[in-house]
């Protein structure tokens, strides 16, 4: 089978630049297209360099018509708006999209979904293999426990991230409002302060922590009479969300149309 052709979205930035030179090292995926955004001074550097790899003669583009033209593929951590732009050339270029954007909005998932009948779209709050199985793990305790256990979600990244609570933060608050039933954008407490009363039961409570250079550490904790469950996961190193971006990838090609998460690339969706 030949090598799956891929684009870098963001391809100027830390996520890209990771991706970019996963891909060179790599096998069954090649690099075809790096973008970046309208006006970037990067727009015409060799992808490879700005990667820290061989030269590689892929120039950075802010074209992504022209880009997929020849492409099966785009990896896109980027920014809210530039990955609702990016999503309907690629339902029109008929690319596996793997979006590992944060801070996304109802109305953008709106958009998002809206082309899954004619496109393949990966979509994940956390491209993590590992921050996937947790949340699978988050889900199936939240069900076998009440609510005399409260659920808190306590997250840490690096001083440069803008959104709060993270992607991966609310992807596992959506976990855990699954395993109770319960709709998570009503029953949500986020940043504390002053006087606040007593912790309403049921509640599924988020802080958020910023500083240093902070890959990503996610705990969710379960504090119930007496006792309390921590799950967690500490990232490393951000290379970790581009080997679940790549696998995410490969694992789409040839599949139907439809909106698919990494737990679905490894096989926990009924878990």
């Given at each position: 089978?030949?090598?799956m052709?891929?684009?870098?979205?963001?391809a100027?930035?830390?996520?890209?630049?990771?991706?970019?030179?996963?891909?060179?090292?790599?096998?069954?995926?090649?690099?075809?297209?790096?973008?970046?955004?309208?006006?970037?001074?990067l727009?015409?550097?060799?992808?490879?360099?700005?990667?820290?790899?061989?030269?590689?003669?892929?120039?950075?583009?802010?074209?992504?018509?022209?880009?997929?033209?020849?492409?099966?593929?785009?990896?896109?951590?980027?920014?809210?708006?530039?990955?609702?732009?990016?999503?309907?050339?690629a339902?029109?270029?008929?690319?596996?999209?793997?979006?590992?954007?944060?801070?996304?909005s109802?109305?953008?998932?709106?958009?998002?979904?809206?082309?899954?009948s004619?496109?393949?779209?990966?979509?994940?709050?956390?491209?993590?293999?590992?921050?996937?199985?947790?949340a699978?793990?988050?889900?199936?305790v939240?069900?076998?426990?009440?609510?005399?256990?409260?659920?808190?979600?306590?997250?840490?990244?690096?001083?440069?991230?803008?959104?709060?609570?993270?992607?991966?933060a609310?992807?596992?608050?959506?976990?855990?409002?699954?395993?109770?039933?319960?709709?998570?954008?009503?029953?949500?407490?986020?940043?504390?302060?002053?006087?606040?009363?007593?912790?309403?039961p049921?509640?599924?409570g988020?802080?958020?922590?910023?500083?240093?250079?902070?890959?990503?550490?996610?705990?969710?904790?379960?504090?119930?009479?007496h006792?309390r469950?921590?799950?967690?996961?500490?990232?490393?190193?951000?290379?970790?969300?581009?080997?679940?971006?790549?696998?995410?990838a490969?694992?789409?090609?040839?599949?139907?149309?439809?909106?698919?998460?990494?737990?679905?690339?490894?096989?926990?969706?009924?878990?």
């Amino acid at each position: 089978m030949a090598d799956m052709r891929l684009i870098v979205a963001g391809a100027g930035g830390r996520m890209g630049r990771t991706l970019t030179r996963l891909i060179s090292e790599t096998p069954g995926v090649v690099l075809t297209g790096a973008l970046e955004a309208p006006g970037s001074e990067l727009l015409g550097k060799d992808a490879g360099v700005l990667a820290g790899s061989p030269e590689n003669g892929v120039k950075l583009s802010a074209d992504l018509w022209t880009l997929s033209a020849d492409a099966d593929g785009i990896l896109d951590f980027t920014v809210p708006a530039a990955t609702i732009a990016n999503v309907a050339i690629a339902a029109e270029r008929g690319l596996v999209h793997v979006i590992g954007t944060t801070g996304l909005s109802a109305s953008d998932d709106a958009v998002i979904k809206s082309v899954t009948s004619r496109a393949i779209v990966v979509k994940s709050g956390n491209m993590s293999l590992g921050v996937n199985l947790l949340a699978a793990l988050v889900k199936r305790v939240a069900q076998s426990l009440d609510e005399g256990f409260d659920i808190e979600i306590l997250e840490l990244h690096h001083k440069l991230k803008i959104d709060a609570p993270s992607g991966t933060a609310l992807m596992l608050g959506e976990a855990a409002a699954a395993g109770r039933r319960i709709a998570l954008n009503e029953r949500s407490a986020r940043g504390r302060d002053g006087v606040t009363g007593a912790r309403r039961p049921g509640d599924i409570g988020f802080a958020s922590l910023r500083g240093g250079t902070a890959a990503g550490d996610h705990s969710v904790i379960f504090a119930g009479p007496h006792e309390r469950i921590t799950l967690a996961h500490h990232a490393e190193d951000r290379i970790l969300f581009a080997h679940g971006a790549l696998k995410a990838a490969l694992w789409a090609q040839g599949k139907k149309p439809g909106l698919y998460s990494v737990a679905d690339v490894l096989g926990l969706s009924d878990f």
